[in-house]
């Protein structure tokens, strides 16, 4: 018998959980502001589906409502992207080791 | 670009994402791990561009939409003072949610496209999918929106409860169980938008009780919800970086609420179900209001105790944030180490309004982050300082969470702040924490306390260091 294809997803669905689990606690707790910022942006990869939604087509070559809601969450999505890992480098730079004391 | 094709392409970008997770284990390499995370993004947009068909007059508006969003998010990402981190991410959130709304719908309105059937006779587990993709990033949209306005101010950070709020809840989260259940024998409009309406209103009204200082947790919450959000549109759309990303995300955000939960002591549902310090428990204080004596000083006081002290240990909380002390606080400290005085700062899990905020602050102030330490690695250096300097904090160092079981903070872990030698404690007035519980700190012998903003206090403690 064929496995569905839901269950490989459902699969890797299930192992990223974990990976995420994992990878998340050795995240050290200084860093916990720009993990959020960072997931924030990552999570804007929906706009994988927002693409999909520009681009979906009716008969008509006109734009459907399903474009322009597609048009919309592209620039909520990009807005997400280049804000969320702008502000995340701008953060990171911040992290600084206590310099050599050159002065002394 | 062929099916086969773009999903490895998926894959190797929820792999980069792993690794820019990864990146953050310590500060040297988290750079770098932006770096992978945009790698991937770039990737993810450029895959899902080849895989569908193009028309020139979506690709202009696409292009429009897409640099109006960048030079917003651009603008927003140098402009955005590090004070205001925890609303901006809260904004974000909301911003994620909606957007998975608006995919979910047009996901709805022209399936085919999607690959999912036709209109109205959607496949039965894409319909689920979409239903709990739509339903999440709703709530995800409206809970945000209501911790962006309290978190700004625009709304009182206090809880607002009302009789019966629980049973409402629960009455709408099985409505919309019902709802996505109804929605695989009846794909009628009425039910699809009854459904994000339904949810958007349980977003709206699960964060109206929960209270300012609960916030780190509603943050990491709604962190994990934007997670899961993603997680199902992925399922909807057969995309694996989504369903990776969504899974990281989501529990990305639960392991953060979890470790805010520990630091205030308090299970998850107990901050949710709201109304911190508003029930029965604030009686009890009540009857303790007689005056007690407090030794209160001034500036050239605490200037004096710091420069003859040899250790300073610092506790910033909250109300550094909000007076914007740091940049003061990093001065005073730079004059402290010239006078030979070791100088450490000590954070509590839940200092501040969202994970990390005071990691962020202190670095903006270009505090290195190797003088930081967390909760478990400096409790035990108290007992052998000579200075606590507690700017902005008070919950987090009442020795009340250790000796009375009758307080509502006991139990939860505190920062021992009373076994230092003398304790400065920067405070606008008497006025009880958050809890709402009286911080018995304040009466000590070794305790001085300094009656005034953060920021002025700190700068007049610097002039008098010269």
Known sequence: MEIDPFIFRLSIFILSIFIGYFVVWSVTPSLHTPLMSVTNAISSVIIVGAIIASFSSLEGSSISFSNILGFVAVTLAAINIFGGFLVTQRMLQMYKKKEKKKNK | MSANLSSLLFLTTGVLFILALRGLSSPETSRMGNLFGITGMILAIIVSILSVDIFFSNLIYFMIALSIGGVIGGIIAFKIPMTAMPQLVAGFHSLVGLAA????????????????????????????????GVSIGAITFTGSIIAFMKLQGLMSGSPITFPGQHYLNALLGILIISLIGYLIINQSQQIFWILIVASLFIGFLIIIPIGGADMPVVISMLNSYSGWAAAGIGFTLENTALIITGALVGSSGAILSYIMCKGMNRSFLNVILGGFGTDNSSSDTKEKTEQKPVKSGNAEDAAFLMKNASSVIIVPGYGMAVAQAQHALREMVDKLKKNDVKVSYAIHPVAGRMPGHMNVLLAEANVPYDEVFELDDINNDFANTDVAYVIGANDVTNPVAKTDPKSPIFGMPILDVEKCKSVLFIKRSMSPGYAGVDNELFYRDNTLMLFADAKKMTEDIVKHLD
């Open chain 2, 101 to 132: 709304v608006l995919v979910a719908v047009s996901a709805y309105y022209s399936p085919d496209s999607f690959g999912l059937g036709a209109f109205q006779k959607i496949k039965t587990a894409s319909i689920i999918e979409m239903g709990l």
